[in-house]
């Protein structure tokens, strides 16, 4: 099977095509745009007669009207790439909306430009219009963009892809003091101190003991931010203080913790750390392996759709550009969806839901309320209760503003 799926024999200059489509055309914000000119012009050559077709295009007259005409008569395979950029495939995003055109006409606006640059002044290699192609993309990917709120794509790839590793995007601060009351924390220093030194017996099912469980669930009734929590019925096992297993698989999964010969213990890491009371150093790692390692979808009901989870460090950098002050919640999941709006496609529409209202749910749930609320980083108000109809306001905490600094050049 050849690269652009189809079976035969390639050509031997048609690898030369690809660095085109696959190399410098990438839209580096993590959604892949491929440039449908030079897709359909490379299919083309499957049965063209030689290179010298192609130099003659690029190099002579009807560069322009070929190319346009390609694009106009472009037919997308089912199961190929989405030309709207969307990174799709064309059956999933689309293929019924009509048109035909995708919905953000990226690729297209690409394809006109390269189109009237070459009509103007006809390129002379491969190689020139491929450093054109690049110079252009370059641009274009550090150019801010209105739907990433002033970000380029650039810097919503390192925040989406690179999180922890674009210091020149983002920075994070571990000379902090997170305390007991933000709530993952909480819960932390109430594990290691149960585990102590002689460490804390594991159920049968690897699990934390009944007896401990059950004196957290009392703790967390207590705590202010627990009043979101709808827990139904007592506690039988640790995997019904969602919270607390959810804290401990995290703290495993970020090296502080980890089972010994059937007991609950802290690693030397952890020891360490809490000897020198770098509690912030514990924050930072608690919130890598929460954000990097663990599945958010394993905490609800709703679809992986992983752009949710991926997209939490633009959430905070929303938060630190508009949270001084309480906004509705749908203000940041308005933000979310004109930023990333193939998310809907990932859900389906039910009898007692649409698409876009569970997308929705899904990312005040994941994001904004078991992320940065459970971290410490947003403040949820209650504004109105209905059963399974919580509506909340929602802004930043002075911890946001000292643990992560988006870093000049990078709004705000």
């Not at 550090?142 to 790839?157: E, I, K, N, T, Y």
């Amino acid at each position: 099977m050849s690269p652009n799926g189809r079976a035969g024999r390639i050509p031997w200059f048609v690898p030369r095509l690809w660095p085109l489509i696959g190399g410098p055309l990438k839209f580096t914000c993590g959604i892949q745009a491929t440039w449908p000119a030079l897709k359909v012009l490379s299919r083309n050559y499957l049965h063209e007669s030689g290179i010298s077709q192609y130099v003659r295009l690029l190099a002579y007259g009807d560069c322009y009207q070929r190319i346009q005409q390609w694009i106009t008569n472009m037919k997308t395979g089912r199961n190929d790439p989405c030309p709207c950029g969307s990174g799709k495939k064309y059956k999933h995003c689309c293929l019924g909306n009509g048109d035909g055109q995708g919905r953000s006409g990226f690729a297209q606006a690409v394809a006109n430009e390269i189109a009237e640059a070459a009509a103007e002044q006809p390129f002379e290699s491969l190689e020139e219009l491929n450093a054109y192609t690049a110079e252009l993309m370059n641009e274009r990917n550090h150019c801010a963009r209105a739907d990433f709120c002033g970000l380029s794509p650039v810097q919503m790839s390192h925040l989406l892809y690179a999180p922890f590793t674009s210091p020149e995007t983002v920075r994070f601060a571990t000379d902090i003091e997170p305390g007991p009351d933000i709530e993952i924390m909480g819960i932390f220093f109430a594990l290691v101190q149960a585990i102590g030194e002689s460490g804390l017996k594991a159920t049968a099912k690897g699990n934390l003991p009944l007896k401990f469980c059950k004196s957290m669930a009392q703790q967390l009734s207590e705590a202010a931010h627990d009043q979101r929590r709808l827990r139904i019925g007592g506690i039988s096992s640790e995997t019904d203080l969602e919270q607390l297993h959810c804290t401990r698989l995290v703290a495993e999964l970020a090296g502080l913790i980890r089972k010994y010969r059937g007991h609950f213990v802290m690693t030397r890491k952890c020891n360490d750390m809490l000897a020198g009371q770098d509690h912030g150093g514990i924050y930072l790692e608690l919130l890598k392996s929460y954000a990097t390692q663990f599945n958010w979808a394993y905490r609800d009901l709703y679809p992986e759709a992983e752009i949710v989870q991926h997209s939490f460090l633009y959430t905070l950098f929303l938060l630190a550009s508009f949270g001084d002050s309480q906004r509705p919640q749908q203000f940041y999941e308005d933000k979310f969806l004109n930023a990333f709006p193939m998310a809907i496609d990932i859900f389906e529409e039910t009898s007692y839901s649409t698409a876009k209202d569970s997308t929705r749910r899904c990312y005040f749930l994941r994001v904004l309320d078991r992320f940065a609320a459970f971290f410490g980083l947003a403040e949820l108000v209650s504004e109105s209760r209905e059963l399974y109809d919580y509506r909340y306001s929602v802004r930043k905490t002075v911890l946001l503003d000292r643990f992560v600094t988006f870093t000049p050049g990078a709004p705000p």
